[in-house]
C-alpha cells in the first residue's frame, strides 16, 4: 500500500489537485459517503494496479493505492482501501 500525503498552502491549491487526480484517472467514482471534503475511487485489480482512493481534506489531498500483480487477489479491495482512508481521515 503507498499512502502519500499533499498539504497545500490553500485549500484552492487543493481543490485543484483532486481536480488534476480526476482528469488523470479516468473512471474515477465519487464516494457515496465521502471521505473529507470531497473524495473519490477507482478499483482496477489488474496489470499491476489494484485500488486508488484519493480525498480532499482542507488544505491536505491523500491518495491510498495498493499495488499487485495481475491474477493475484488483493491485500485489501476497494472497501478495505476506503476504511483505510477514513483511518487517515480521521488523524489530518
Do not use: Y
Not at 52 to 65: E, R
Amino acid at each position: 500500500m503507498t499512502l502519500t500525503t499533499i498539504q497545500f498552502d490553500s485549500q484552492d491549491e487543493a481543490v485543484k489537485q483532486m481536480a488534476l487526480l480526476a482528469s488523470e484517472a479516468p473512471g474515477l467514482q465519487d464516494i457515496a459517503d465521502t471521505i473529507g471534503d470531497e473524495s473519490g475511487s477507482l478499483e482496477v485489480n489488474q496489470d499491476g494496479f489494484g485500488s486508488l482512493v484519493v480525498f480532499k481534506k482542507g488544505v491536505w489531498v491523500i491518495q491510498l493505492h495498493i499495488a499487485q500483480p495481475s491474477g493475484v487477489t488483493p491485500l485489501l479491495d476497494l472497501t478495505g482501501v476506503e476504511a483505510a482512508a477514513r483511518l487517515v481521515a480521521d488523524r489530518v
